[in-house]
């Protein structure tokens, strides 16, 4: 199926950084299944088949990545425009308190069911380990996902949501991408 990507430079993680657990909220509630462009886009419209977002907390600086799929090529331009909107709408419209508490309880919940065998937990510890250096950092991130709010999503996304640091990836049917 046809597919368009935006991806932007990120930051790279350190142990207690507000801002990239504000970018990972972010990016998780931009583009979730209660997100008004995935309300819009996939369920009314049916434009996209589906939305996703991804931001990977990394030692090195790493991509945002947003990406969708799309039930026809001919809607590239559309979906892209769509996606750009929610970006820009992210910085300048925070969202509700309500919405961040339930986004980070779900962030929390999902990741304590995944903690379902031994193996499942020494690769959330190593992770963070092979990230930092210290096993007791992913408590540390986890706590810090408290701390965020409205503000400093919207910080992050002023920060990192920029076109100098565009890349878009598609894949078309067209020898020629359709967007502009």
């Known amino acids: 199926p046809p597919y368009v990507g935006l991806n932007f430079k990120g930051p790279g993680y350190k142990d207690g950084d507000k ?36 931001f990977m907390t990394t030692r090195d600086p790493y991509l945002v990545s947003f990406s969708a799929s799309l039930a026809d090529a001919k809607d590239m331009q559309f979906i892209k425009e769509e996606m750009m909107k929610a ?56 706590a810090m996902y408290d701390k965020v709010t409205a503000e400093d999503m919207m910080a992050a996304a002023t920060k990192y949501f920029k076109p100098e640091t565009l890349t878009i990836t598609t894949i078309s049917p067209d020898t020629i991408s359709p967007l502009h």
């Open 19 to 54: 801002e990239a657990i504000a970018l990972d909220l972010l990016v998780t509630m931009l583009f979730s299944e209660k997100s008004a462009i995935y309300k819009k886009l996939v369920i009314e419209e049916q434009k996209a088949r589906s939305i996703d977002a991804s």
């Open 87 to 142: 970006l820009e709408k992210a910085k300048t419209v925070p969202f509700t308190k309500s919405e961040i508490d339930e986004a980070k309880m779900r962030l929390k919940y999902s990741f304590a069911m995944g903690m379902d065998s031994p193996g499942r937990i020494a690769e959330s510890l190593s992770y963070y380990t092979w990230v930092t250096g210290d096993p007791e950092s992913l408590n540390r991130a986890y």
